[in-house]
C-alpha cells in the first residue's frame, strides 16, 4: 500500500520524516516550532518522535 500524501498525520507516528512536507507540518504544528528548528532537533537526537520532543523541551 502507498504512503497517501493527503493525510494529515504520519503513517509512522514514531518517527518524523523530514522529506515529507506533509509530515514536516504535522510535526512543527504539534511542537509549536519552524521547518528549521525541527530539523536542527533531528539532526541533534535523530529522527525518533519522543527524543525530538525531549530535546525541544529542554
Do not use: C, H
Not at 22 to 28: A, G, K, N, Q
Not at 37 to 45: E, G, P, S, T, Y
Amino acid at each position: 500500500m502507498s504512503d497517501n500524501k493527503t493525510r494529515r498525520a504520519p503513517q509512522d507516528a514514531s518517527r518524523i520524516a523530514m522529506g515529507e512536507n506533509y509530515e514536516v507540518s504535522y510535526w512543527t504544528d504539534r511542537f509549536g516550532v519552524s521547518r528549521d528548528r525541527l530539523q536542527q532537533a533531528v539532526d541533534a537526537v535523530g529522527n525518533g518522535a519522543e527524543a525530538v520532543e525531549k530535546y525541544l523541551k529542554r
